[in-house]
């Protein structure tokens, strides 16, 4: 993408895109960063509208009340300032070695002055590393060193983030080291004061608009692999398992790297699925049994070889999985099939790749495929869920009625308040789902907190499941509003594909009506707000035996039969 | 290239990049004579300029052409001393 697309992006119509609020404070000029933001944010189908500081002054902007930062109701706050001008204040204060700290301070009084006013995500932007000019490699022996401080401060930045759940980082200095492309165009910085060059401020907006696109709930949940010459070279069918090139064979490095660059995002929470063309137990053997493969039939969620469409057999992979098909990513060396999967399956994310397999994963490095807004616990059990899932699939077969099927999972569900572990899963709940969520409102970190500590207004609930194959973690929110003393509005209910057809919502239904029935509530309401993707529960509360109520769903806590349900509510 | 066709590729970048089929450069068109031509969209001309005739342009030569003539000639010239 050049700037004459994004010019021409920002001429077409937004109608229908979600709309996303940006502000940017900078000490440096914005203005073709903030275009560019938003012709890039056309193409993932966002509607992003930026504001931005005046130009280097934020101390005054932020200490306006008035200002129009405030009245913007920003989603997320860029905080950028210029190594540039970092270093112009290291040299003016006099190479003070409290220099990292001091700038550390001097953003957070910025975001908690902010803060104050207006509730919004930080994305601070990190400073691009260079070679420090006074001390030149020897700075990293001197603690005044601006090599040092600098580094220190993008140090700090992390630990900042680790630490409070409102900070992001924008890392800036990993993407000027990807791309290797000259960032600092000195005839822009003399004659307008843009730090940037052309060319680096659409890698940088390109990178804030994936960042802000995760944040919307779009990450990648899957990454589908083909086998031959993908994730070993050769052909397993022709070549045999002794000749497939991995580890010391051949370009075998290549693979490996590939497949550790798979195993990582598995660790991190990618489901990882196979779809090859071959003999089934010809694709498996390399699992099985080759010493250098770092892949494990463990590792992979969903294996299909067999010589169908791939676009069938990632719809198949798809339905297995119960996710959207734009969160799963397909890499396949041969471009003849990743075209049809282009034709047929368009949601799917299909890179294309470099002629030189030397260079598919320096290539697919540089597309940040996989850019998320949250880490937890589940993620890192994800691929054992999606296993015992299978089995769980399995053994419904065997069972004539569904009845009998569930009691003899032995499911039993924790619902508690929300807590200070439960926080983070529930944040990420609100912001990924998109299938069982009735209003899809999406809720940061910060929010829930605020939510939760509210008694007199809101009482939320958080859903485990676990049964004899598993547990399936915290699958299912819910969030009551306290409309009036005797109403109960149901602000968000969410609940993960996962655990459908369990009965599941029947008995978080049972939960809140006792709750409602224990607190003297007369009645809970619910709404339910169609998007694209959440056709499955547009008859959620009917099913469940609400009434339509001038667009709301209505139930009364009298008279209220509890829904049979095969889930035993435990207290551990 | 000659002075004339330095002019020509000019202006067919002008209209590529302003998306404007009606630019008709002479040497002595300014700013103020381009609708879409404001000190943001110099720099994207400025860019485009440089990278089709792989050259580049100081400081000095970027805030001070007076009008496309005086540009075209820093090409010529840059081009010529290549």
Redesign the interface.
Same mark, same amino acid.
């Given at each position: 993408m050049d700037f004459k697309q994004i010019k021409a992006n920002l001429k077409k119509d937004f109608t229908g895109f979600k709309k996303i609020r940006v502000a940017i404070l900078a000490d440096s000029s914005t203005q073709y960063l903030a275009q560019a933001i938003r012709g890039i944010g056309y193409e993932k189908k966002l509607d992003i509208e930026v504001w931005e500081s005046e130009y280097d002054a934020i101390d005054l902007t932020i200490a306006d009340g008035q200002s129009e930062l405030y009245s913007f109701k920003t989603d997320f706050t860029f905080i950028f300032l210029s190594s540039h001008k970092l270093k112009k204040k290291f040299y003016k204060t006099g190479s003070d070695k409290g220099f990292a700290d001091n700038t550390i301070t001097y953003l957070k009084n910025i975001t908690s002055t902010i803060s104050s006013h207006v509730k919004t995500n930080f994305l601070v932007f990190n400073f691009p590393n260079e070679l420090d000019t006074v001390f030149g490699n020897f700075s990293g022996k001197v603690n005044n060193s601006f090599s040092y401080q600098q580094k220190k401060i993008n140090l700090e930045l992390m630990h900042w983030a680790q630490a409070d759940a409102a900070i992001s980082v924008i890392d800036l200095c990993g993407l000027q080291a990807r791309t290797g492309i000259a960032y600092i165009d000195s005839r822009l910085y003399i004659s307008s004061d843009a730090i940037f060059s052309l060319d680096f401020t659409i890698e940088v907006a390109n990178n804030c608009v994936q960042v802000i696109d995760a944040f919307s709930g779009n990450a990648k949940k899957c990454l589908i692999l083909d086998l031959d010459n993908t994730l070993w070279g050769g052909i397993i069918g022709d070549d045999g398992m002794e000749n497939i090139q991995i580890g010391d064979l051949g370009i075998g490095k290549v693979f490996t790297e590939i497949q550790l660059w798979a195993k990582a995002l598995k660790e991190r929470g990618i489901i990882l699925a196979v779809c090859s063309k071959n003999d089934e137990a010809n694709a498996r053997e390399p699992f099985e049994k080759h010493p250098d493969m770092i892949l494990h039939n463990d590792d992979i969620t969903v294996f299909v070889a067999n010589w169908s469409n791939k676009h069938d057999n990632i719809k198949y992979i798809q339905s297995v999985l119960n996710i959207g098909l734009d969160s799963m990513v397909f890499i396949d060396d041969n471009p003849f099939e990743r075209n049809m999967v282009r034709t047929y399956l368009p949601e799917v994310t299909v890179p294309e790749l470099p002629e030189d397999p030397a260079d598919y994963l320096v290539y697919l490095n540089t597309l940040n495929l996989f850019e998320t807004n949250a880490y937890t616990e589940e993620d890192k059990d994800r691929t054992q869920l999606y296993k015992a899932e299978a089995l769980r699939n399995d053994a419904s077969r065997s069972y004539t009625s569904e009845t009998d099927f569930l009691k003899s999972l032995n499911m039993t569900s924790e619902v508690k308040p929300f807590d200070t572990f439960t926080i983070p899963r529930v944040a990420q709940l609100t912001q990924r789902s998109n299938q069982f969520n009735l209003r899809t409102k999406r809720y940061t970190e910060e929010d829930i907190k605020q939510i939760s500590g509210e008694h007199n207004k809101y009482q939320a609930f958080s859903f485990t499941l676990a049964d004899k194959y598993g547990s399936h973690g915290l699958i299912g929110v819910i969030m009551l509003e306290k409309r009036d003393n005797k109403t109960l509005f149901v602000d968000a209910w969410i609940m993960s594909c996962r655990v459908l057809k369990r009965g599941m919502e029947q008995f978080m239904l049972n939960e809140i009506m006792q709750y409602a029935n224990e607190h003297k509530f007369e009645r809970i309401t619910g709404e339910y707000i169609e998007t694209k993707k959440n056709g499955m529960v547009k008859h959620h509360y009917r099913n469940l035996g609400f009434k339509a109520d001038n667009g709301l769903w209505s139930i009364d806590t009298a008279n209220f039969q509890q829904k049979e349900v095969y889930i035993e509510k435990s207290n551990k | 290239m000659g002075t004339t066709e330095i002019l020509n590729e000019c202006n067919k970048i002008f209209i @590529? #990049?302003l @998306?404007n089929e009606s630019i008709i450069l002479k040497r002595e068109t300014t700013a103020a004579d381009v609708e879409e031509w404001d000190?943001?969209t110099h /720099?994207?001309l400025i860019?485009?300029i440089e990278k089709f005739f792989k050259l580049r342009?100081?400081?000095a030569e /970027? #805030?001070g052409f007076k009008n496309v003539g005086e540009m075209c000639d820093a090409i010529e010239k840059k081009l010529n001393s290549k």
């Open positions: - | @590529d #990049q @998306d000190s943001l /720099i994207q860019v485009a342009f100081t400081t /970027i #805030q």
